[in-house]
DNA sequence: TCGATAGTTAGGCGATCGCTTGACTATTTC
DNA sequence: GAAATAGTCAAGCGATCGCCTAACTATCGA
């Protein structure tokens, strides 16, 4: 799911979605790149839970899925305040070792 | 810089690191695969800015870089908020047609 | 100084990625 | 119902990924 926002064409396509819903041509259009290849990235985002589709007549109107993303960035957000409290517990002791009591 | 944390292996490498500086071979020990592959790994995550690394005599110590992961957090949840933000307009938008005052 | 330890370089191999073209299938719209 | 529109399937192709082995270098410890 990672894997699906490691492509700038992919991020380009959320970007534009996370302003609300397009179809498959809308999402191509500032892409300078084939349908087919817009489809393409649309099924690994699609496999990586970040967007739904649905079809309806002859257009596919494509949406994010906020959920998915929370969670991508809960985790980052754990590995990074990790580091962060272990830097502060640091600079506590070394602190504490300068001027003890 | 999502392409850096787009494998397991390396998700897995940078959770370790999380929790404090380590050695290649410590990143290695829990990953069933050969010391080469394990490098080719850390140089992603170093061409991602995720992990910095120095060498000192024969062993290097490698190091998570919050910024970086900062910044792709803040991506995401940029992303994430605008679409919420739109659905919450929309809600209101609906509400008031339901009952126009 | 000799051997073990920690890492590095090089080459190769199969799988996946990112993209293309060409052919085809549904829906509108006129 | 013919032509434009919106999307889909399939094959193929070069580049990159993820992994390996083999060979090598640089330190450290006894």
Same mark, same amino acid.
């Given at each position: #799911?990672?894997? !699906?926002?490691?492509? +700038?064409? &992919? %991020?380009?396509?959320? *970007? ?13 259009? +500032?892409?300078?790149?084939?349908? +087919? ?6 099924? #690994?985002? *699609?496999? /990586?839970?970040?967007?739904?589709? *649905?079809?309806? /007549?002859?257009? %596919? ?10 969670? !991508?960035?809960?985790?980052?957000? @754990?590995? &990074?305040? @990790?580091?962060? &409290? &272990? ?9 504490? *070792?300068?001027? +003890?009591?």
């Amino acid at each position: #799911m990672f894997q !699906a926002l490691a492509d +700038p064409a &992919r %991020r380009g396509m959320v *970007e534009r979605l996370s302003q609300g819903p397009a179809s498959v041509s809308e999402l191509a259009r +500032p892409l300078d790149m084939s349908l +087919p290849a817009v489809m393409q990235h649309l099924a #690994m985002l *699609e496999a /990586g839970g970040i967007v739904t589709s *649905e079809k309806v /007549g002859r257009v %596919r109107t494509c949406r994010m899925n906020p959920d998915v993303l929370s969670l !991508a960035e809960q985790w980052i957000n @754990q590995r &990074r305040t @990790q580091w962060e &409290r &272990r830097l502060d517990r640091l600079g506590d002791f070394l602190a504490a *070792e300068e001027d +003890p009591k």
